[in-house]
RNA sequence: GGCUCGUUGGUCAAUCGGUUAAGACGCCUCCCUUUCACGGAGGAAUGACGGGUUCGACUCCCGUACGGGCUACCA
């Protein structure tokens, strides 16, 4: 996505980082204390902890710093001014916390959920301004918001339940009016069912993330999408799928298709499970409409160390010959390295059971045939090896499976003749007659036991 | 536990009260292909449960069950 601003593309709304916009939000909280709808909490960590042990019982397992509670605490609510005044001149640590109202109905739009309501004596009273004067989630949201100017926040549910906080800050503030339309997204799941997360991807192989990232804690690095062989156009499609559609059944968009198609009111309201094999799904989709030489040049800068040096030509036509059996970038080394270098294993396995000394004969031949071949093109070579075939009294049919073997090294890739002509006269000899010396040692070695 | 959101095949999902309940991924069979794929033709597989409302409910309402999210000086 192209956001209008950004640090890098900087207007009228920055700064941009949270860090930056420090100062801000102080004076914001400040105005809260004053009107009654904050205050000053000196709790300690510690405090904190003991809260939740004394007031945790089986009903109720997880004590929250709220209505029932805040009248116990050490805060600006149960000390007098002086006491306040004292610690707040001694640059005691403190936060800045809400005063959620007693039995209020906080009720709100969401544009994919309809009306959704709270009791306020249900939330607690969350954190605003933290003790090294950073503004949490929750206040930094909607200063945020409003200064910036932002008329639709779409995030996903798991904000539903602090949504209620948020409402409460714009009202306070006196924002109102200029409240933005919520759009609580449905969750992306993993096969389990749980809120997607790292977890999963190390569980079942998948990628979690857009790009690669390193846990800064353990410099532990975590593959991304990208890194995986994933295109742009292919992982915004799949991601854009989950949760909506445009009611036709089509399935692959552009950017630009998308944003045309979109509409909130087709957004859907669950979860959806993400499925790996779906999604490599939607990747190979995208690697078979993109144009052989945009997807070459893509490669290049995907795996420069392997395509970099490959002539951009050759690597359009080659990825023209194999795209279709690609899921991934990655991909597409396993299914063209033969292209560029001779293969590094040979499934010898799959032929030799049946070799005979006519298969040596004929492959003799085909290398004087070959050799002397002055057309070096797929119709021709074909027709040639179709005659020697025949007139070894042998069937073309048994004799392309070793050919393929001796010149992709396996039992995949694009027909033979075009390989052959791609990898070119001198180098589709060298590999016959190599492949040949392997068998012709193999049989003597057996022969000798 | 509390609050809150959700529930159509294994997964993504269409349906906006009346259909033989689409389509896609995956799986299986066959065709094409002298490999693998692509492509084509088929197949198995779905409305959580119980009540209402209605001439008629997958669709609307209520309850139950199940699942998710949140419950931090994290976002």
Redesign the pocket.
């Known amino acids: 996505m192209q956001p209008h601003e950004s640090p890098a593309n900087p207007g009228k709304f920055g700064p941009y980082r949270?860090s930056e916009r420090k100062a801000l939000y102080t004076p914001y909280a400040e105005q809260l204390v004053e009107q009654g709808h904050a205050y000053y909490?000196?709790?300690?960590?510690e405090e904190?902890e003991r809260m939740?042990q004394n007031f945790k019982t089986?009903?109720?397992?997880?004590?929250?710093?709220d209505g029932t509670t805040r009248l116990q605490m050490r805060n600006s609510l149960t000390l007098t001014p002086q006491e306040t005044e004292t610690l707040l001149a001694n640059g005691t640590?403190?936060?800045v916390r809400i005063k959620m109202p007693h039995n209020q109905n906080i009720e709100f739009a969401d544009m994919?959920?309809?009306?959704?309501?709270?009791?306020s004596s249900?939330?607690?009273d969350?954190?605003l301004l933290?003790?090294?004067g950073?503004?949490?989630?929750?206040l930094?949201v909607v200063v945020d918001d409003y200064l910036m100017e932002i008329t639709h926040a779409f995030r996903?549910?798991?904000?539903?339940?602090?949504a209620p906080v948020h409402v409460l800050l714009w009202q306070y503030l006196g924002w109102q009016q200029h409240m933005p339309q919520w759009a609580?997204l449905?969750?992306i799941?993993g096969?389990?069912?749980?809120?997607l997360?790292k977890r999963h991807g190390n569980k079942y192989g998948f990628p979690i993330f857009a790009m690669n990232w390193t846990d800064p804690s353990k410099s532990e690095l975590t593959e991304g999408f990208k890194e995986r062989g994933f295109l742009p156009e292919a992982f915004i499609n799949l991601l854009a799928?989950?949760?909506?559609?445009d009611?036709?059944?089509q399935?692959i968009f552009s950017k630009a298709a998308m944003a045309a198609a979109f509409d909130m009111s087709?957004v859907?309201?669950?979860?959806?499970?993400?499925?790996y094999?779906?999604a490599?799904?939607y990747n190979?989709?995208w690697i078979?409409r993109l144009a052989d030489t945009d997807l070459a040049e893509r490669l290049k800068r995907f795996d420069e160390g392997r395509f970099g040096h490959i002539n951009q030509e050759l690597l359009g036509k080659v990825v023209g010959l194999v795209k279709?059996?690609?899921h991934l970038l990655t991909d597409f080394w396993n299914q063209a390295s033969f292209f560029f270098q001779p293969p590094e294993t040979f499934d010898t396995n799959a032929i030799a059971p049946k070799w005979t000394s006519e298969k040596t004969a004929f492959f003799q031949a085909l290398l004087k045939d070959w050799g002397a071949a002055e057309q070096w093109e797929p119709s021709e070579i074909e027709q040639r090896f179709?005659n020697l075939?025949n007139t070894h009294l042998l069937?073309?049919?048994?004799l392309?499976?070793p050919l393929?073997i001796m010149l992709?090294g396996?039992?995949?890739?694009?027909?033979?003749f075009d390989v052959a002509t791609m990898v070119g006269q001198p180098e589709t000899l060298r590999r016959i007659e190599h492949v040949l010396q392997l068998l012709f040692t193999a049989n003597a070695s057996t022969e000798m036991v």
């Not at 994919?112 to 009791?119: A, E, L, T, V, Y």
């Not at 396996?410 to 033979?416: A, E, L, R, T």
């Open positions: 949270q909490a000196f709790d300690t960590p904190l939740r089986e009903a109720n397992p997880s004590p929250t710093y640590p403190r936060v994919i959920r309809g009306s959704i309501s709270f009791n249900m939330v607690d969350k954190v933290k003790a090294d950073m503004p949490t989630y929750h930094a996903g549910e798991e904000w539903l339940s602090s609580h449905p969750l799941l096969p389990d069912g749980a809120k997360s799928l989950m949760g909506w559609n009611g036709t059944g399935e087709r859907h309201s669950a979860g959806a499970q993400f499925d094999e779906k490599k799904w190979q989709e078979k279709e059996r690609c179709k075939a069937k073309p049919g048994e392309m499976l393929r992709v396996g039992k995949f890739g694009p027909g033979v």
